[in-house]
């Protein structure tokens, strides 16, 4: 099939309807595995590959770099910093212009390009003045070494203060958000994606197969399948605490009209207000030709209401909301 693209948030960046997510690169993944899966997302349509300096201590970057070598042209880099210290000092705070300025030449130097199509704080600096994370930020985008700025796990209000930040210096702002964001966790339609459309961000969602919940592979009262992600130990609390109602609820609309819950999954997501991409880590190159099928169906009105209407997944109630923006996929639904 043919990947769609789609502006990230009211920006000139475009994105494809699915991205690849990168943390496994470096750690599950080896450099080999990566530029296989690499150059099928690419061959394929994928533009968007997302990572972080965090990320198996920077070998996924390294990996990354590697995997793109004479294609870094022909994709939409993205990568984040701020959620360890590295490479800065214990004392450092993360949203300064000093640790910026240092974290953003190693990441540089590990992806193997001059410049950054994205680059995001990985999670909000309480002890920093968001207006000096923009202008160290802002900064990068007028020296040509950053693109497009974003944030990650950032509250409503705090995308609303760095959105009137932005717009009091006259500098540039973020354009994206990148929270956790599911349709089995939809709490991100409650405040997020509403303060998102008033600034004129999209949003990226990680975790949208929910660790694996949405994926099909795992069922009520039963074992986790073995070699699956949540058969491991240190991820069985997230299938033993799973609310199974949600998921069986899920699976059972998905059946109604004949696809795979995956397919919900991807596709149901990428069809709400404010959704520019959903990223989804990827481990074997054969998961590329699968997301992208999941990214396929294209759910009716009516299909997204009776998804609106499924007992317990109500995230809140939101209309009212008004945009001039011409893009069907950005407020053209209210939020319940």
């Given at each position: 099939m043919t990947l769609s693209y789609r502006p990230l948030g009211h920006s000139g960046l475009m994105v494809s309807k699915v991205g690849v997510g990168t943390n496994a690169f470096g750690a599950r993944v080896d450099q080999a595995t990566t530029t296989e899966i690499v150059s099928a997302a690419i061959d394929q349509g994928i533009n968007l590959f997302d990572t972080a300096d965090l990320y198996a201590d920077g070998r996924s970057e390294e990996f990354?770099?590697?995997?793109?070598?004479?294609?870094?042209?022909?994709?939409?880099?993205?990568?984040?910093?701020?959620?360890?210290?590295?490479?800065?000092?214990?004392?450092?705070?993360?949203?300064?212009?000093?640790?910026?300025?240092?974290?953003?030449?190693?990441?540089?130097?590990?992806?193997?390009?001059?410049?950054?199509?994205?680059?995001?704080?990985?999670?909000?600096?309480?002890?920093?003045?968001?207006?000096?994370?923009?202008?160290?930020?802002?900064?990068?985008?007028?020296?040509?070494?950053?693109?497009?700025?974003?944030?990650?796990?950032?509250?409503?209000?705090?995308?609303?203060?760095a959105h009137w930040a932005a717009r009091e210096l006259g500098i540039e702002g973020f354009v994206s958000a990148q929270n956790e964001y599911s349709l089995y966790n939809r709490s991100a339609q409650l405040e997020l994606t509403p303060a998102c459309a008033a600034a004129g961000m999209g949003v990226l969602p990680y975790y949208p197969l929910a660790a694996g919940l949405l994926t099909g592979k795992y069922r009520r009262g039963e074992a986790a399948p073995e070699g699956s992600r949540l058969a491991h130990p240190s991820q069985a609390k997230k299938l033993t605490g799973a609310d199974f109602d949600k998921v069986e609820a899920l699976?059972?609309?998905?059946?109604?009209?004949?696809?795979?819950?995956?397919?919900?999954?991807?596709?149901?997501?990428?069809?709400?207000?404010?959704?520019?991409?959903?990223?989804?880590?990827?481990?074997?190159?054969?998961?590329?030709?699968?997301?992208?099928?999941?990214?396929?169906?294209?759910?009716?009105?009516?299909?997204?209401?009776?998804?609106?209407?499924?007992?317990?997944?109500?995230?809140?109630?939101?209309?009212?909301?008004?945009?001039?923006?011409?893009?069907?996929?950005?407020?053209?639904?209210?939020?319940?």
């Open positions: 990354l770099g590697n995997a793109l070598g004479s294609r870094r042209e022909h994709v939409i880099l993205a990568t984040k910093f701020g959620l360890t210290q590295a490479p800065g000092e214990p004392w450092d705070a993360i949203g300064s212009r000093r640790f910026i300025r240092r974290a953003v030449e190693a990441s540089l130097r590990r992806l193997g390009t001059d410049y950054i199509d994205l680059y995001q704080i990985h999670r909000p600096d309480p002890g920093t003045p968001i207006a000096e994370t923009l202008r160290a930020m802002a900064a990068l985008v007028d020296e040509g070494k950053v693109r497009y700025i974003g944030c990650s796990n950032f509250s409503a209000w705090q995308v609303t203060e699976a059972a609309y998905a059946e109604e009209r004949g696809i795979p819950l995956l397919t919900l999954a991807i596709s149901g997501l990428a069809a709400q207000p404010m959704v520019a991409s959903v990223i989804s880590g990827v481990s074997r190159p054969e998961q590329i030709a699968v997301n992208i099928e999941a990214a396929s169906w294209e759910p009716t009105s009516a299909d997204l209401d009776a998804l609106d209407e499924i007992p317990g997944l109500h995230a809140g109630s939101y209309t009212g909301f008004a945009t001039s923006d011409p893009n069907p996929y950005w407020l053209s639904r209210r939020l319940r």
